[in-house]
């Protein structure tokens, strides 16, 4: 075995005397520095580490009030974090990637900040870490008061080793709990800025770019439009949704018990959520187990006749037009006595583009009438449109028609467009669809996480996610507001929250997704 203070003494006084010595003698020099740099290194390679030097944690629970700041970020990107101090790194590293934002697409690794590189002791291991062979122990089996005890004590976690996002955290206080503390006591304190997107080239590079999206007299503007299209950095509002934060670590805390829950319902035995969370790869399942937790789905859903009233009204509405039956057109559409009379009362304000006066012209009814068919009650008949038995059944009980339709959800029912469908109940059931943006982003990487390549941009390939299960979607929005169009103006549409983000529209989606519904 190589000796390492005498490697380190003989690359010591080659580096000193390769000032002096310039001449002939130059590349000699240079060989020997190299040898002496590559016997060190050989010499720290080979050299025994030390185990590492874990604490005793405490004997009552305790929490942890930690500070985690994002190396190299200015001015800093941070989050204050309430956590017990009993948790695994496992989870740490799951409350970290939520706590900021990170998607969990790249690896990661915790170090000893006063030995980052492992070069001391043996490291700090993930599953990944085992299979190649290191030296450690995993991360499952350690927790976190293993490491920091005293204020001032501190851990490194780096994540993504391409883009290098470096994290410190930092032990701000520890206190006895009040309560036995469980995963699901986490919590997100304070904090400012928000993560940085993925794949964008480290913190630096993120900086660099974020200051010019910012500044558009900036003289790079215009070389970096394409790179502040694709990370969504136009008229970026730097700062953190603290509430939405708090969501994410919920979702983490709820995760295993879901997932669990899901794998007991497989293959029809439940909610048809569960074979499509199935087929992904197990983080992929968590990460989607913790929507299904925060929807908790796991819980009975409860609906009274007055929010059935409103769920159902706008269907209610065309049945009651459809009556005994309605005649249609030889093209099969509605007539146009019908059209007027059906959108003088589904769009009194008259926000329909155009006259209403012909169903193929009047997108929304259309759509209603299809969803309509699709959810089993109408059907063409000898040029007539007719109420199915369901439908004369169903059409004066709004809870019967309410419970029809939560059965009868996802609308779709073929391929990727029901995949799709599915995971949109799921967003809207955990109460995260914001705006109709902010919907589409989160169906692009929901079902790009559950392995599904469509077409169209987004950041993960999958944009036109949001449009592949209108007419659930559109059954979902008149349940959330009771009314055929959106009133608002199509800007006002897409920024502000949607007709999803209601009770009506949750509920629902709940049903859709709960079994024995």
């Not at 016997?39 to 930690?66: E, H, I, Q, S």
């Not at 350690?142 to 290098?164: E, M, P």
């Not at 520890?174 to 928000?194: H, I, K, N, S, W």
């Not at 068919?373 to 059409?395: E, F, H, I, N, Q």
């Amino acid at each position: 075995m190589t000796d390492l203070e005498d490697a380190r003494r003989r690359f010591l006084a080659a580096a000193a005397a390769a000032g002096a010595d310039s001449g002939a003698d130059g590349d000699a020099d240079a060989d020997s520095r190299l040898q002496a740099m590559q016997d060190a290194a050989r010499a720290r390679r080979d050299r025994p580490k030390k185990p590492l030097p874990l604490l005793t944690p405490p004997a009552t629970p305790t929490r942890f009030r930690v500070r985690v700041d994002l190396v190299g970020s200015e001015p800093p990107i941070w989050r204050r974090l309430s956590l017990p101090s009993h948790l695994t790194l496992d989870r740490l590293h799951d409350v970290l990637q939520s706590a900021f934002g990170w998607t969990n697409s790249h690896l990661h690794q915790f170090t000893l900040t006063g030995d980052p590189h492992g070069e001391e002791t043996v490291g700090i291991l993930t599953p990944f870490d085992v299979e190649e062979g290191d030296e450690g122990v995993l991360e499952s089996e350690l927790r976190f008061d293993h490491f920091l005890a005293s204020t001032g004590d501190t851990l490194r976690y780096t994540y993504d080793f391409g883009d290098d996002w470096e994290h410190t955290l930092t032990l701000e206080a520890a206190e006895p709990a009040v309560d036995e503390p469980t995963d699901a006591t986490v919590r997100c304190l304070a904090g400012q800025r928000l993560g940085p997107p993925e794949n964008i080239g480290g913190i630096h590079n993120y900086e660099r770019i974020l200051a010019v999206a910012l500044n558009p007299r900036d003289p790079e503007y215009s070389d970096l439009i394409e790179e502040i299209s694709y990370f969504d950095l136009f008229s970026i509002t730097d700062d953190i949704d603290l509430d939405a934060i708090n969501r994410g670590l919920d979702r983490v805390a709820r995760a295993d018990a879901a997932l669990a829950w899901l794998r007991d319902r497989r293959g029809g035995a439940g909610s048809p959520i569960a074979d499509l969370i199935a087929g992904v790869h197990e983080e992929a399942q968590r990460y989607l187990a913790g929507f299904v937790g925060g929807a908790r789905l796991m819980e009975p859903v409860e609906v009274d006749e007055a929010a059935a009233e409103s769920a159902t009204l706008v269907i209610r509405t065309f049945l009651r037009h459809v009556g005994d039956g309605l005649p249609l057109t030889k093209a099969g559409y509605l007539q146009p006595a019908a059209v007027i009379a059906l959108m003088a009362e589904l769009d009194p304000e008259q926000k329909t583009y155009g006259k209403s006066n012909r169903e193929a012209n009047t997108r929304p009814l259309l759509d209603l009438r299809e969803t309509v068919t699709d959810l089993g009650l109408v059907r063409k008949y000898r040029g007539m449109l007719l109420p199915t038995k369901l439908g004369l059944a169903v059409r004066e009980s709004p809870l019967a028609l309410w419970h029809h339709i939560a059965a009868r959800l996802p609308v779709e029912r073929d391929g990727q467009a029901r995949d799709a469908a599915l995971l949109l109940l799921l967003l809207v059931a955990a109460g995260e669809v914001g705006t109709f943006i902010t919907l589409g982003k989160s169906l692009d990487l929901a079902t790009a996480v559950a392995g599904m390549q469509l077409e169209g941009d987004g950041r993960y390939g999958n944009g036109s996610a949001v449009y592949k299960p209108r007419h659930t979607r559109e059954a979902l929005e008149w349940a959330g507001s009771a009314s055929l169009q959106d009133p608002r103006p199509f800007r006002l549409q897409m920024s502000a929250p949607s007709r999803l983000d209601s009770i009506g529209a949750q509920t629902l989606a709940r049903a859709a997704l709960t079994p024995g519904r």
